[in-house]
């Protein structure tokens, strides 16, 4: 069946890296778009970033730019979040989530991970 | 950025009411508008996307409207498993916020 499985997160310091995977099954991974959005707890949602079906393309919110970088290997239908210089503001369930339509971009997210915790705390 | 706002941010109902949750975009988003469930400890779940279209799996009892700034989710007769969060998402413009949420809750 379709499936996104999140893993990599835990418990760093602040400044410190992280890097998330989510692997994809169940549907042809190179053909969409691949997002992460983040959940702070308790709080609302919040996109973080996208990569276009081939990697050519992406884009990221102000909140994390110049410290995330997202990537993808489509030969092992994963998504990577890189996250640098890690802040206490960071802290949240991260998903990825898979775009809803086949090589544009929609930024409507039909096909979610259960989601990875990272915990930025000294 | 654009802003988008939810009222209530939250709801007491009863199964078989019918229930509408509002969502404003601080400037035009055509209809670039995505309605999303979520349950505790749980991813959320496309329901609703373009303003008015129907995810495919999801109930009819669910649907959606409007354009430009103001759109609705109406749930036309609540049942169980529809008490959660919902969430409305702009789809126009980068950073494709969300609402804050509203939470349904059984009274």
């Known amino acids: 069946q379709v499936q996104l499985v999140e893993s990599g997160g835990g418990v760093v310091q602040p400044g410190r890296s992280l890097r998330l995977s989510c692997a994809a099954s169940?549907?042809?991974?190179?053909?969409?778009?691949m997002h992460w959005v983040r959940q702070a707890p308790g709080k609302g949602l919040e996109w973080v970033a996208v990569?276009?079906?081939?990697?050519?393309?992406?884009y990221y919110a102000d909140s994390v730019k110049g410290r995330f970088t997202i990537s993808r290997d489509n030969s092992k239908n994963t998504v990577y979040l890189q996250m640098n210089s890690l802040r206490a503001e960071d802290t949240a369930v991260y998903y990825c989530?898979?775009?809803?339509?086949?090589?544009?971009?929609?930024?409507?997210?039909?096909?979610w991970g259960q989601g990875t915790m990272v915990t930025v705390s000294s | 950025d654009i802003q988008m706002t939810q009222s209530p941010s939250s709801l007491s109902a009863s199964v078989g009411d019918r229930v509408t949750i509002t969502c404003r975009a601080s400037?035009?988003?055509?209809?670039?508008l995505n309605w999303y469930q979520q349950k505790p400890g749980k991813a959320p779940k496309l329901l609703i996307h373009?303003?008015?279209s129907l995810q495919s799996g999801v109930p009819s009892r669910f649907s959606g409207s409007g354009s430009g700034t103001d759109f609705t989710l109406t749930i036309s007769s609540l049942q169980p498993e529809d008490f959660a969060t919902y969430y409305c998402?702009?789809?126009?413009?980068?950073?494709?916020?969300f609402g804050q949420g509203t939470k349904l809750e059984i009274k």
């Open positions: 989530a898979r775009d809803r339509m086949t090589t544009v971009t929609t930024y409507a997210f039909n096909i």
């Open positions: 169940g549907f042809t991974f190179s053909n969409y778009a």
């Open positions: 990569i276009s079906y081939d990697g050519s393309n992406k």
């Open positions: 400037q035009s988003i055509s209809s670039y």
């Open positions: 373009a303003a008015s």
């Open positions: 998402q702009q789809s126009y413009r980068i950073l494709y916020t």
